[in-house]
DNA sequence: CTGAAAGCGCTTACAG
DNA sequence: CTGAAAGCGCTTACAG
């Protein structure tokens, strides 16, 4: 029987195999302590009843769920058209493919706050937690500090007195890419569009931008905040093309930010990169598939969730806390700037 | 404490509440049976202890996990690239965001088959399942079945003698739209890059696509088998226009297949829609962001998926398996063709 | 290596 | 409306 409702049960394969729920306990779980006969007895009598345990009551005992959340605190419109995240969380699975644990995706309902998040979180049902694309308001360090599970946050959390693990692109070194990028090919004239500010990517990738621009002895024509999606970006782009047309360079705060800029461009008659230069950053599929193929800065999601994931894991198997990794960006030159 | 390790119990409650376990529960619970005082009195143990309830305990008695999976036998890649998978994921989690179901999101690890999805889905901690994006070898249909679990498939399961409940878009129906579009814009000479065959939605659309050419006495120029990825549509996009230049006008599978096939056009120095008419199908974002937007019959992922999901959570309440819910499409006319 | 027994933290008839 | 008791299906010292 396959059936859920009607299940077989260590008791009723220790009948069949002849042993007791002890020792059929000890050989589905790999033997250990069992002698080979008993072993091959409770395989046979699994395979032959379809036995499949419990993992309710293996959980109250062990206190274990063979679960790791991701949490994304988005709504799942964002959460299904970022390439950034979609790399991440697709890191997240490969890193797990090899363990016993499932990976659980966890994002905001549409309009909702994460007061299902958290509940759902602390009421025990994973053993473990990787958080990506966290705001300032959500507060989640603290939040999920205060759950004392194994825990790391792809990208910096914004309490660094907390001492949550961490692992993150230097953005700031990536802000300033894009800066002595464009300033490299000539353009003097720049602008901006950041991403949401209560993020510390967004945040970063601006300090960088902004030194550099500074050093240079560079004034910005422009900055505008958007929010890491493409329809904002067009919007901005369409904005700041509009009220300074004079702009010849823009560093956009994400690929979906510059694919967004790009329509704008177009729909105003610009041309890139002939009359205006443009790098993205996170280096996505998405780049690939613009035209002209975008500029971008390296932001290896993928790399980071299985590393955050590490992390996380080594934290279930009992190792402290480790130190936070950051990795180095590096720009990848294309058609746009 | 919110510490998820020293958990307060049920029986901490009791205590601090002066009254039983058994009442404290009921209280927990919503207070059925519970006197005012009584109920009063937990609640603030409740407050004051920071209780929550441990799932695995409940469950293991009430046989429920408040858990919902969606399955999509994809893995990550897929999953976050294509936006109709992307909406209906979205429409489940909005389905479910006023019940206490959470939503689980299954997929295939990289490379991996669908071994790790059964085991789990058997293993029993889920209350029930919406399927999309299912292919002839998963067998899906089969095994989720014999789970006896409360089941909804978002298109047609390719084993209708299993009487699997589900809701699909009238794909032969849109298929017969883009033809006759098409047709009725004057293009002649005809050509359709499908999806995998082995999926019903892509054997559907052909079918519809080719009933309407030859009730037109047209006969096709190509036709090529994708996968409903962009970067395969942009593949044979090309080859179709390398092979076949006298085509004017494109039936693509989904939008995504169309977008790569528009970077072909483009490649090959084609005007779109002026030498090359383009339809798609999905009618997704993603077809408001290319230039020119695109032609496209609608699949409202979103809409189906909250279908799929009430059919699940009414079996879930007792109510026997529903019968099909089939959605008729309509083209939307964009730039494209 | 094995088994009897206790216990994980809940819910739910049942008797009152 | 309330509480004592049984039981959900496992794991894990413990004694042998």
Redesign the interface.
């Known amino acids: 029987m396959?059936?859920?409702?009607s299940?077989t049960t260590l008791e009723d394969v220790a009948r069949v195999a002849g042993v007791s729920r002890a020792t059929a306990s000890r050989a589905v779980r790999g033997g250990e302590l069992v002698s080979p006969v008993a072993l091959e007895a409770v395989r046979r009598a699994v395979e032959q009843l379809g036995y499949?345990?419990?993992?309710?009551?293996r959980?109250?005992v062990t206190?274990q769920?063979d679960t790791l959340a991701v949490v994304v605190p988005e709504?799942?419109?964002r959460?299904?058209?970022d390439?950034f995240?979609?790399?991440a969380?697709?890191g997240v699975?490969?890193a797990?493919?090899h363990t016993p644990k499932?990976?659980?995706?966890?994002?905001r309902?549409?309009g909702?706050e994460n007061d299902?998040l958290l509940?759902?979180l602390?009421?025990?049902?994973v053993d473990g937690i990787v958080v990506l694309s966290h705001h300032r308001d959500d507060h989640l360090e603290r939040e999920l500090a205060?759950?004392?599970?194994p825990l790391a946050f792809i990208g910096r959390p914004l309490e660094p007195q907390l001492a949550v693990p961490y692992v993150d692109v230097d953005n700031v070194a990536g802000g300033r890419l894009a800066a002595e990028h464009l300033l490299a090919a000539g353009a003097r004239r720049l602008a901006t569009i950041s991403g949401p500010l209560d993020m510390p990517a967004a945040v970063d990738r601006i300090t960088g931008w902004s030194e550099a621009l500074a050093e240079a002895g560079v004034t910005e024509v422009a900055r505008y905040e958007g929010d890491f999606t493409?329809v904002r970006g067009e919007e901005l782009g369409a904005r700041l093309l509009a009220e300074h047309p004079e702009v010849d360079g823009v560093f956009a705060a994400n690929d979906l930010t510059a694919?967004g800029v790009l329509?704008a461009a177009?729909a105003a008659g610009r041309s890139v990169p002939r009359t205006l230069r443009l790098v993205g950053y996170d280096d996505t599929?998405l780049g690939l598939?613009t035209?002209p193929q975008l500029t971008s800065i390296t932001n290896p999601g993928r790399d980071l969730a299985r590393r955050a994931t590490r992390m996380v894991l080594d934290q279930l198997a009992g190792q402290p806390a480790p130190p936070p990794i950051i990795i180095t960006p590096v720009l990848v030159e294309r058609a746009s700037g």
Not at 52 to 57: G, I, L, R, T, Y
Not at 122 to 125: L, N, Q, S
């Open positions: 396959d059936d859920v409702r299940r499949v345990p419990n993992p309710a009551a959980s109250l206190r769920t709504d799942d419109a959460v299904f058209s390439p995240i979609a790399q969380i697709g699975a490969e797990l493919a499932q990976l659980v995706l966890l994002m309902a549409r909702q299902r509940p759902y602390r009421g025990g049902h205060a759950l004392h599970l493409l694919a329509h177009r599929q598939t035209h």
